[in-house]
Structure formats: C-alpha cells, structure tokens
C-alpha cells in the first residue's frame, strides 16, 4: 500500500485575519471524514492603540470600538479577541459572525453556558434546571432610531421623547443610556429612556447628538450599545407668542382709502322719464286757423 501527499500553497492570506482548514483524502471515489480544523492567524502582535486587541485583527474585521458589539452575540469585541473564547494563542470567535462555529448557540450563549464557542461538538447542554432551548440570552431592541424635536429660542423646552426599549430574548434586561451631548437628558425607567432637551445657552441653529441605550444584565446581552440619533432645531422668536398675539383690523384712513362706485341693478332701480332738451327735441307749429302742420327738425351736422 503506498501514499501520496501533495503540497499546497495559499497565496492571498491577510494580517490579522483567522482562518481555519478542513483536509479530506479521496481515494477512487470514496472520501474520506474530515479532519480537525486546522487554525491559522497572520500577526505581527502589535497594538499602536493600545485598546488590547492587535492592530492588524482590527483592520482585518474592521473593528475599531472595543466595547462593541458589532455581531450582536452578546460578547464585545474585546472578549471576542480575547476573554473567555480563545482556545490557543492565536485564535478567538469571529467578532463578525454571532455562531463562529455554526452549531446553533451564539457565542454569547456558548460562553456564558461554557461550551467552546469555536468547537461545532461543543454546544449547551440541559440540565436539571433549565433545558438547553430555554437557555436564551436578552436581545436589545430599541424603537425608534430617530428622534426629531424643534423649538424657539425665547419658549419652553420642547416635551420630551420615549425610546422604547424591549427585550426580545430570555433573561432580564434592564435599560441604561449615555449620550455624548449636554443638552440631552435622560430619564431611564423599566421599559425605556425619555429624552428630553436643555436648550440653555443655544442658540439658533440645528444641534445633532447620540443616545447610546444598552442593557443592563447578569448575562451576555445580544444587540447591546444601539445608537439613536437625535436632531434639535431651534428658531428665532417664540411661537407661543405669535400665536397669543390678537388679530386687529385697522381703521381705514379717508385720505388714502380708495372709493368705489357701484354700477346699479337695472332690475332693482327705479325708471325715470328724462327731461327733453330742447335744442335737440324736434319741435312742432300750428299756424292759426289749421292749415297744414309743418314741423322743424334742427339741423345736425355730421362731422
């Protein structure tokens, strides 16, 4: 019996990036199983930020925000470089795929379970307490993702706006906010944030900022940190004055008053039988005693 084996090379491999490999051997038309992932990671090591995740995983995945959570599995992506999912020194869960190792449990849920994120024979268990489809992580979901409030300058503060916030997973979830503005307040409460405005010391113009609503939670929370943007315009003025302001209506000025005159309604105006003139009446003479009636027609002369 003899065995061949043949080299192969990869061309095209980024920095920072993780990738794992599968052999299979074939023999005639029959394969073989295949084997354990073989785990490969290009990197130099450094990390210029020092946010402690190295430079070139970060550009790879494009992750800059260690804190975040841009698959939305519960973990950040610090603890996807490094806490709690690493199995060797050069491999962790992909910060970008919430199932790195596709067996139907997040790495969030894998992790907080203490199965191996990375191992698709590694999953969540039932126990005497709680079966294993039971075992669901809070999901954050935040209504609405805008919020829009205009004012004047010289009235009230605008009401403020609710932020919704809703778990759609297991667990408990408690709602917290930051923003990166002043003039943003913020009153969390056991469903949501109300955002409200302190416009002091703005003037007119349009002001832009962010609430940034996470959940508070024992476990790993999926979808944690959303943004909501808020926009602020303020005006000059004040509405409420405008609108107490009566409506007068002035007194005309005979002077500059212009005056119309009516035609009349030939239906409603009384007839009257004019008086003849008598340069243009033709005029009629009887001469004494009878004889033949003469008559007089002025001479009109037609220019």
Not at 34 to 50: F, I, K, R
Not at 123 to 152: K, N
Request: net charge negative.
């Amino acid at each position: 019996m003899s065995s061949r084996f043949s080299n192969t090379v990869i061309a095209g491999l980024r920095p920072g990036c993780t990738y794992r490999f599968v052999g299979q051997t074939s023999r005639f038309t029959y394969l073989s199983e295949l084997s354990n992932q073989v785990v490969l990671t290009l990197s130099d090591h450094m990390d210029g930020d020092g946010d402690g995740m190295w430079d070139d995983w970060e550009q790879c995945y494009g992750i800059q925000d260690p804190e975040a959570d841009d698959d939305w599995d519960g973990l950040p992506n610090l603890q996807e470089f490094e806490l709690g999912t690493w199995v060797g020194d050069d491999q962790g869960s992909d910060p970008l795929d919430p199932d790195t190792d596709d067996d139907g449990f997040s790495d969030g849920l894998e992790t907080f379970c203490g199965s191996d994120p990375l191992d698709p024979t590694s999953f969540c268990t039932d126990d005497d307490e709680r079966p294993a489809f039971e075992l669901r992580l809070p999901r954050l979901a935040v209504d609405p993702e805008r919020l829009t409030f205009r004012t004047y300058a010289a009235d009230p503060g605008p009401a403020g706006q609710f932020i919704a916030v809703t778990n759609e997973g297991g667990g408990t979830l408690q709602p917290a906010a930051t923003t990166d503005v002043p003039w943003l307040v913020l009153t969390p409460s056991s469903d949501g944030i109300t955002v409200g405005i302190d416009k002091r010391g703005l003037g007119r113009g349009h002001y832009q900022g962010t609430v940034v609503v996470t959940g508070e939670s024992g476990w790993p929370v999926q979808g944690n940190r959303q943004p909501v943007e808020v926009h602020l315009w303020v005006y000059d003025g004040s509405k409420l004055q405008d609108e107490a302001t009566p409506t007068t209506t002035p007194t005309p000025d005979g002077d500059t008053t212009p005056t119309a005159t009516l035609s009349p309604d030939p239906e409603r105006t009384p007839t009257t039988t004019p008086t003849p003139d008598p340069a243009t009446t033709p005029t009629a003479t009887l001469p004494p005693g009878g004889g033949d009636l003469m008559v007089y027609l002025p001479l009109i002369r037609r220019e």
